[in-house]
């Protein structure tokens, strides 16, 4: 099992959000964070003095996957939140050691796969 | 324990020690129902009584306007802190002027040369008073309030009525004196300030620009509703506050350049600044006491114009001065154009209302760019009602027409420098306008001074970075944006210590949290 962890543009989540689902990945977490890399602050005036902006907001987006599909989900996120400029955010991936669906104690990679559509409570 | 409750005890005794006199006093209020059972009041009394009235309710509201004005420039973490202090002024104001403050500003002036009022304190013990020459003309009577307070005497409304239109002036005049002091001053400072204010810095102030002392009477200068003796003395004392309190933490660098410390809500500040707006046609119509003439509508004119003269100017100043359109100072803007429009508002015909409005929108952005530099002033209170104060009162000099100076009866007769050619109204101004700013500055300066080597004038450092609200309230005035959701309502104990906030045990967290035990920092 693998933890992708990107940091994006805010505009750049929906659309990768739309082909996750599509592709059959709904369960991810998001934050919004602030952070800095390699680009720049910007400068804001208020009456009169400057404030320095350089922890500029991005939204960090978790999903964890079956190792086999990491690669699918970063493509995914490649596509969409790539513009070129400075700015455009990172993806890690992490390895995870195990994990449990809370609902049935049921442990391992099959708690990380969908439910079929009849499955699920309206 | 002990510490606090002596703090609390010297503004607290020093209001006991006003009421008590009011006891020995007290007996039946005026002869309103005396006069009424011999069908002796007329109907101007009543329509004349209901507009002042209805305008003292305008002002009142105003202070709505200040709250929220000021609590939108302060950061999350005190917009709770100014709610708490804008009742509790009011209310202290509200003693101290009925008791002590409108007597000196509007009684009788049986001083040395029109320096204090000296008679009706608590609007009482008038019984004697003898109208002047023109009163008596006018059909007033011994004991009559017209003549205990005459330079109000020339309306026949009720004194109540004028008494808490003056009162909502005095508080309008301390709710200003608050603004460069916010997010870092005690709240204790503000209580033993309020009551010197308004018992005696606003009303001998006021007395003598515009309740018959000799700044009006024998200088002949012109404030028609206050630039000078509600806004000017207000912002000075919000200057000697600054000047002994200095900035904010961290609002200059080790360069010493301003740095911005953004408030909260500009809507806030929007909201504040149209109750303002509202209130003011209560202040500038509302002080013609009467509405026989149809006087007290031009002036509402005279006031629209000028505020509305206060946002093109900033707006042009701002754009033009910083590149950009600063909401804030747009809205300072309008204030500056009331605020001067407010001493030439019963004195200037309606054509040069925009000019002045115009002129004080351009000043006060200037104003607050130059202020911004070297002092720390959050909502530009000394621009707004310091120099836009100074700019109208100035402005009567130059516009007030022949006509409005003969029919108000103070000043030269041949009015401003535009119609006149002569400086001389122009130089009553500026005599005025120095001399109560200095003795503002002087009586304000030592005022703090005294409550700052008392009770103290400023919060400790770490209070400072909590905030206000935590620190001296106990609670933020916004709860959910500093504690977190799971916690409110919460049963589990963490390893805070019991009693939860203003228990004054030590702070749970480093200092500088906003999580920070209230007092922890400063018992």
Known sequence: ?122 | MIRRAMRAGVPLGLLAALALPALALAKGDGDSLGAYDKGALVETTLINTLWVLVAAVLVLFMQAGFAMLEIGFSRQKNAGSGVAKILTNLSIAALAYWSVGFALAFGVDDSVSGLFGTDGFFLQDYEDAVPSEALAEAGVVNGDPRAAFPVMGLSDASIEAKWLFQFAFCAVSLAIVWGTTLERIKYMAYVAYAVVFSAIIYPVGSHWVFGGGWLQESVGMQDFAGSTAVHLIGATGALAALLLLGPRKNKFGPDRKARAIPGHSMPLVGLGTIILFIGWFGFNAGSTFNVEDLRFAEVAVVTLLGGAGGVIGAFVATTVFQKTIDIGMVANGMIGGLVAITAPSGYVESWSAPIIGLVAGVIVVAGVLAIEKRLDDPVGALSAHGLAGVWGTLSCGIFTSPRLAQYNAFGEESGGLWYSGSFAQLGHQALGVVVVFTFVLVLSLATFALIKATIGLRVEDEAEDAGLDIVEHGMYGYPEQFIPLPEIGAASHGPAAPGGFGNGAAAPEPAGSHAMSAKGATA
């Open chain 1, 1 to 122: 099992m693998k933890m992708i962890v990107a940091y994006v543009r805010h505009e750049a989540f929906d659309p990768i959000r739309q082909e996750l689902l599509d592709a059959g990945f709904p369960s991810l977490t998001i934050t919004e964070v602030k952070g800095s890399g390699r680009q720049k602050g910007l400068t804001e005036h208020y009456r009169g003095s400057a404030i320095a902006l350089n922890l500029r907001p991005k939204v960090k987006l978790e999903c964890v996957v079956e190792s086999h599909d990491a690669k699918v989900v970063m493509e995914t996120i490649l596509r969409h939140a790539r513009t070129g400029s400075v700015g455009d955010g990172k993806i890690f991936v992490l390895p995870v050691e195990d994990a449990v669906r809370i609902r049935t104690g049921e442990s391992g990679e099959k708690v990380l796969q969908a439910h079929e559509a009849e499955e699920i409570p309206a």
